[in-house]
Structures are given as C-alpha cells and as structure tokens.
C-alpha cells in the first residue's frame, strides 16, 4: 500500500479515536510504561512510508479489523473478566459468583452438570453419579432464582454455556429475572446454544439437527424483536480445539458454523445488519503464544470480509466478530500442578493480545477436578495482574506489523479458507447451483452425516500425540523435567449428598407447584412442536409454570425424536 493510503487511514483513525475520546469512551488512566514512558495508543508505518499489502493489516476500528474492532483498543474498554464457574448445587454457585464479582469479575459465565447438558433432570435415572460434578444443577426456574439470588441480572452480563437444551434454560434464566423485577429487553448476555459444535466435537445434542436448528433459529427470531442487548449465540470453536484440532482447524470450523447461522437468519428473514451483531464467538487460547494471537486477527479479518462480500453486510456493526476466550483445558497437566499458573498466563496473554472481548482463566486444578476456591482466585489474579501491571492495554494490537506475526496471520487465513473451500464443496455448492439452505450449511450438515469433521479432528489430535511421543514436541513434568518436589494436591470433591437433596428439592417443588398449569402449557408446547410457531413464548409459558428441563426436552423428543451418531468406517 502506498504511502499515501497509509497516511489517510492513520487520520481517519485519529478522527474515531478522538470521537471516543470526546463521548467519554476511553479511559482515565496512566497510559506510561512501568519506567514513566508514554506510550501512544496505536503504532504503524512513520508517516510518508510505503508498507506493501497493509490493507490486510489495517488501523484499529476499521475494515478488516484485524487489528480490532474498535479504534481506542483496550484503553476504551478492558477485556470482560468472565470466569466460567458451577459446581454441586444452585446455592453453591451462587456463593462462588458472589466471590468472583466481590474480587473484581465483571461478569458471569455458567458451567452446567452433565443432566443439565443433556436436558436431563436431576433425579432422571440417567443422572444417577453425575448431579452437580462437573457444574450445577439446574432443573427448573426455581433454581434459577436461587442460582442468581442476590444478582441483578438486569445489571449482570451472564454467559451460559449449554447447547443442547439452550434455547429451554434461556427460557428459565428470563423468568428468573422476570421475578428479579426485569423484563426481557433489560437483559444482557450470551447463550451458547451452537448445536454444530456438538455434532462435530463435544457430542452434547439432544434431536437431529434440523429440530435444533428451528430452535435456533426461533430464538434468533426472538432475541432480534425484543431483547436488543443480548447474544443469543455463542458460536464455539473451544471444544473444536479442546478435541485436539489444529488452530486452523479450530478457527475455520468454528467460522463455516458461524457462516451457517448467518444462512438461518437470513432463511427467516431477518436482515443480516440487525442480527448478525448478536452472533458472538469463543475460542481457545492455546500455549503456542504466536499462532494463537494470529488466529484470532485472522479470524476477524476473515468475519469482517466473508460477511460483506458473501452475505451482503453493509452496518460496520455486523462485520465486527466478537468473542470471548477461554484458557485450553487440554493442555493443564496432572504432574506438577502449578507449571498450570504459567501456562494459562501465557495462554491469556496470547488472548489479550489477540483483541479478546472476555476471558476465563482456568485454575490450577482443573485438570484434576472442579476448581477449589484458592485456585480459582489464583486464575482471576492472573487476569488482573495482566490487566493492571503489564501495560499490554495501553496499546491497540501493540504486535500489529510484526513480520513473523503477520506472516503467520496470513498462512492461518490461508488454511482456513481451504477448509471453507471443502465444506462448500461437500455441499455440493456450484456456481448457479447454491442449496436453498445455504451452501456452507449443506456442507456442514452433509460433513456431520459423513464423519468428516470427526475424522479431521481425530488425525490432527493423532499426528500431535505422535509428536509428543517421539520427542518433537515437549510437556514439563509430563515428558520433560519430570524431577518434583511438589505434593499432591488437595481437590474439590461433590459430596453424593448434592444429588440426594437436590433431587429431594426437585420432588418437593414439583408438588408445591400447579400441576394443572404445568401440563397445559406442556401439552400446547406437544402440539406448537409439531407446527411452524415460534416456540420461544410457548416454552417461556412452561418455564414460568416451574415445567422442568426434563419435562420440556421429554416432550421435544417424543415429536421429533432422539439423535444416534452413524458409526463410520
């Protein structure tokens, strides 16, 4: 790019970041280094130079984004400290979020036990062992109040990471806040609710894809006419990672999802300016410290372009791609527990860097068992000291320009467009024969069928285990420095006494409540099932009426059925 271009996307920059400035938007703050340098709050090319293929790279705030969505970086807004946190009973959580926000979180992100998951209630004989393990149990509204007492949810971002029965416990988490005294414009949040992630990674459905997907998009449909703050999709490339994918893997998988929920709306007619700025992503951050913070500049630059030129965006807003960040589970060991501390400081830096919107630090002990409350101040200290001592917020994409880092953010983008280029091809996606579903959504339905995203993930996780063990790749304490003076440490264990008075509790509510109201609004949600209704007010009805998870998907699956994974070969 010419000097000169150059030059006029610097000003234009200056305009947005002094626009900022002017509306209060960016922060009071000691924007020195440690030493009492200043520093400016973005970098580039000395002015009058020329940098060949810039346009890639940019200013902070304009198209492509890869350097950021907005001009002002992180001196506008830090990252939301969202610590993903559930364990045992609605009660428990809820003095564990009550600790996260006293000690400085700024927002709330739910884990769910495996009944909940999969929209199972607690005393279904399914559940038996496994009630409050591996997050909360949640079995009706009832325990969403407890859950959030003492928390404005009007005044609370609340993420919940369930996808399966999603679009249910949404319906659950609104009356909560309904009887908290807020209707459902005043929420804010996301939900996850990708149901191609679990088909392709995590295993967590519930029906076959096309009941999901109407859910989907039914709630797309709700969110865009009434609850203009809230995210009804939280599209996931973390469990794609956490399966043992590439980076590349990760960010074009989880991107083709993305691609396939913009068809959905635009399939119910929603203009893509209006609900694509509700569609917001989560992806792993990886110990690979470079390859990380390129995959997420690619994966905005890639957003930002595939939303304009191929889906017709023309609002900023809608090209912008939001996403939350999470610490790799996969790659915290057993041995020597707290080599885990630096691993995911690393690994957090690498997301800070990247341009992240929120972060969830794990905990030292995760890989062991649900975080005990030390280890789990430990993990949100280790947000803070980035966020106060480092000085990595003073600077929008303070790695912008680097050559290694640009390199490596094209050679990502180049992998994943490959990748998108074989989806669409599965699809059967042809110049003038494009599938009235949309041709990525054919081809990651048709991939889904045929075992190929299992199959991709399954050889990446293969040639990286192989490379593990034969030497190429290293793990302290696992296969090197495996010399330790440390003890084992004490876990955090659910007590069986959970499951037995949580399912207790269950029994008690479900005589205390209507039962006539309970089963009428099940019985209109049986029929409502089977037509073309939104069901989102019908399921809001059962919700309010204490119907429970169970109840609800039983009804779901009597219409339309369970999904079996074909076996491959």
Excluded at 172 to 188: C, H, I, N, T
Excluded at 371 to 385: F, G, K, M, S
Excluded at 458 to 473: I, N, P
């Amino acid at each position: 790019m010419d000097a000169e271009h150059i030059d006029g996307g610097r000003q234009r920059w200056a305009r947005r970041y002094e626009e900022a400035r002017e509306r209060g938007r960016v922060r009071e703050a000691d924007f020195t280094t440690l030493s009492g340098l200043e520093v400016e709050p973005v970098y580039g090319p000395p002015a009058g130079t020329e940098y060949p293929g810039f346009d890639r790279i940019g200013w902070p705030g304009e198209y492509p984004f890869t350097r950021g969505i907005h001009a002002t970086g992180y001196r506008g807004k830090t990252w939301t400290i969202r610590q993903f946190a559930g364990f045992g009973n609605a009660q428990q959580t809820n003095e564990r979020y009550r600790m996260i926000l006293e000690s400085g979180g700024g927002g709330l992100s739910v884990a769910f036990d495996m009944p909940t998951l999969m929209g199972r209630d607690s005393d279904d004989p399914l559940a038996h062992g496994e009630v409050g393990h591996c997050g909360v149990a949640i079995d009706s509204t009832a325990d969403m109040d407890v859950l959030f007492d003492s928390i404005p949810l009007g005044q609370t971002t609340t993420s919940m990471t369930i996808s399966g029965p999603a679009v249910p416990i949404f319906c659950m988490y609104v009356a909560a806040a309904e009887r908290q005294g807020f209707a459902a414009k005043d929420l804010d949040g996301t939900l996850q609710t990708d149901i191609y992630k679990e088909y392709i990674a995590q295993k967590e459905w519930l029906f076959p894809p096309e009941p999901h997907l109407r859910l989907i998009g039914d709630l797309m449909e709700y969110v865009d006419a009434e609850m203009p703050r809230y995210k009804p999709l939280s599209v996931s490339g973390y469990h794609i990672r956490e399966a043992g994918s590439t980076a590349a893997q990760e960010l074009a998988f989880t991107l083709a999802d993305g691609f396939a929920y913009v068809e959905l709306g635009k399939s119910r007619g929603l203009d893509v300016n209006s609900f694509a700025p509700g569609l917001s992503f989560f992806f792993d951050a990886h110990v690979d410290f470079f390859e990380e913070i390129a995959k997420f500049r690619a994966a905005r630059r890639i957003w930002a372009r595939w939303l304009r030129d191929v889906y017709g965006a023309s609002d900023e807003r809608a090209m912008w791609l939001r996403f939350h960040t999470q610490t790799a589970g996969v790659s915290l060991t057993g041995p020597q527990p707290f080599n885990n501390v630096v691993r995911t400081a690393i690994e957090a830096l690498a997301g800070v860097l990247g341009g992240t919107n929120s972060l969830h630090t794990n905990a030292l002990d995760e890989v062991l068992a649900l975080p005990t409350a030390q280890a789990a101040e430990i993990a949100l200290r280790t947000q803070q000291v980035i966020m106060m001592e480092t000085g990595v917020a003073n600077v929008a994409d303070p790695l912008g320009g680097s050559w290694y880092l640009e390199a490596l953010t094209d050679r990502i983008e180049a992998q994943a467009e490959e990748i998108f280029a074989t989806i669409l091809k599965m699809g059967g996606a042809t110049e003038g024969n494009q599938h009235a579903i949309g041709p990525m959504t054919a081809g990651i339905l048709r991939g889904i069928e045929d075992g190929w995203f299992t199959g991709e993930i399954a050889d990446a996780s293969f040639a990286f285990q192989q490379a593990v063990e034969d030497g190429r790749k290293h793990q302290v304490g696992v296969t090197a420095h495996t010399d330790t003076i440390t003890e084992p440490l004490e876990i955090l264990r659910i007590s069986h006494e959970v499951e037995r008075q949580q399912v207790q509790q269950l029994a008690s509510r479900r005589l205390a409540r209507n039962e006539e109201a309970v089963q009428s609004t099940l019985m209109r949600l049986t029929h409502a099932a089977g037509t073309d209704e939104n069901l989102i007010p019908v399921l809001l009805d059962a919700a309010r009426a204490e119907a429970t998870l169970g109840e609800i998907c039983g009804v779901l699956r009597g219409v339309w059925g369970e999904y079996r994974e074909p076996a491959w070969v």
